[in-house]
Every structure is written in structure tokens, then in C-alpha cells.
């Protein structure tokens, strides 16, 4: 059994680790492949997770770049089914654990040698859990972000950024900015 520990600690810590793989290609289309897993633990709980995200990229011209792609994320080991409500008994399960699908298209036009434009639009759907809820929450968002740059000399860019969020459940902002504790009842 101890000479199998360290070959099982490898083969633990090289599931965790995440990939990444591009084609070697010199034409317009580029190829490129993300995956990985990882494992969070806190609020007495922990997660694995295991996502996989392809993208494309293509150069029209020397000027023009166009990326798009998707990502998937996913729990690996399921999370149990807890009965709803310390009340009256309900046999209807709360959904756990984490499943969502992101999918993206942006561009970048290289006016000159000082000035570019770019712009993205991105949507997001699925469910979610924090390690500090009992549950999961619904994820629906569309997002556009876009702007501009201009170089002045070597040590002076303006950059102009815009980003519009349009989230349907309202669940990213208090995800991003709100104090997990909030949700914690046992805090």
C-alpha cells in the first residue's frame, strides 16, 4: 500500500491540473482547446468541477480578428439531494451542484499602428452553487463589451472601455460583491 500512495498522489494532483492545447497551424485558422478540473473547499463543503472550452480564431486579414467558442462547466462527483424545508416534509428535490454553458463571439480591427476597435458580445446560462449555499442558483446572462484604443507614444495608450450586463436572475452581482456570509445561516 505505500508504494501505491505516491502513484495515487499523482494521479490526483494530474486530474487537477488544468490543459491547455493549441494546433500548430500558420494558416488563417487557429484552434485552441481548454480543460481542466478543480477542487474548492470552504463553508464546511467541497466541489470538484470539470470544464472544457474550445475556441476558434480566425485572421480575414492582417488588419481583422475574429474569436469564438463556448465553455462548458460542470460538477464531477454529484451532490446529494437534500429534502426541502425543516417543516412540512417535502420529497421534491432541491437542485445542487453546478451546470452551465457559456458561448462568445468578439473581434478586434487594428486601424493602424496607434489605433484599434474591438467588441464582444457573450451569454452565459445554467445553474450554479457557492460553497456558502444549500442550493444552487439559475445563471442567464448577455453581456456586450467593446471599445477603443489609441497609442500616443511607447509609454502613453488611452484605452475606452464599455460593458453592458443584462442579468436575468440578478445572481452575479451578489456573487461578485455581496458578503457570502449574507447567505449562511449557520454565520
Known sequence: MKRKAPILLALL???TCPLWAQEADTSRWQMHLATGTSVASGYGRTQTLSWVAPSFELHPTSRLTVNTG?????S????DFK?????VRSLAPLRTGTRATALWAEAEYKVNDRL?????VAHIGGYMQP??????LPLQATAFSGGFGYRFNESNTLEMHINIVH???GT??????DDPFHYNKFF
Open 76 to 79: 464531477l462527483m454529484p451532490t
Open 13 to 15: 494532483l494530474a486530474a
Open 116 to 120: 484599434w476597435f474591438w467588441g464582444a
Open 172 to 177: 452575479l452581482m451578489p456573487l461578485l460583491y
Open 70 to 74: 463556448f465553455a462548458a462547466v460542470g
Open 131 to 136: 460553497l456558502w449555499l444549500n442550493q444552487s
Open 83 to 87: 429534502l426541502q424545508g425543516y417543516g
Open 167 to 169: 442579468d436575468n436572475y
